[in-house]
């Protein structure tokens, strides 16, 4: 296999257990986008986030349906385009950015929430990076570009 499709299979493999982990405080993954759809279908009803606030969280359910388009995106046999680069990289700083609002938080005195989940889910959005960033070589050419002697 590939190791950019070996890249996507742990992507996916860890997007989907990040899930059913705790991801913040005592939410689970799934409990989190829960609450990030919430935000995203109610905007003013339920909560009193600014707009700011609410394209923030709204960021997160972004992100996810990227992830998952993307990844179908690595798996088919067309080549990665810069496009595809620039919205992994995007999705993966949306992800990012929820350790360091979390960091800033601690520092200011509050009790740091992030969990394993949250880690792992970070961690599958860095692979899938990855994965659309690793140049792929032709099959029979060694990584310089020359030809692979026979038997190899």
Wanted: aromatic residues 16%; hydrophobic residues 55%; charged residues 10%.
């Amino acid at each position: 296999m590939k190791l950019r499709r070996k890249l996507a299979v742990a992507a996916g493999a860890l997007f989907t257990l990040s899930f059913f982990l705790p991801a913040f405080g005592e939410l689970s993954g799934v409990a989190c986008f829960g609450f990030c759809w919430n935000i995203l279908t109610h905007y003013g009803q339920e909560h009193d986030l600014s707009l700011g606030g609410w394209l923030y969280y709204s960021g997160f359910v972004l992100a996810n349906a990227l992830f998952v388009a993307l990844l179908v995106a690595i798996l088919c046999p067309a080549a990665p385009t810069a496009l595809r680069r620039w919205m992994s990289a995007l999705a993966t700083l949306q992800v990012i950015s929820w350790f360091f609002v979390n960091l800033v938080a601690r520092w200011n005195g509050d009790r740091f929430n992030v969990e394993i989940g949250y880690f792992l889910w970070l961690l599958a959005y860095l692979l899938l990076f990855a994965a659309h960033s690793v140049p792929e070589r032709a099959e029979g050419h060694a990584p310089g570009g020359g030809e692979l002697p026979l038997g190899s």
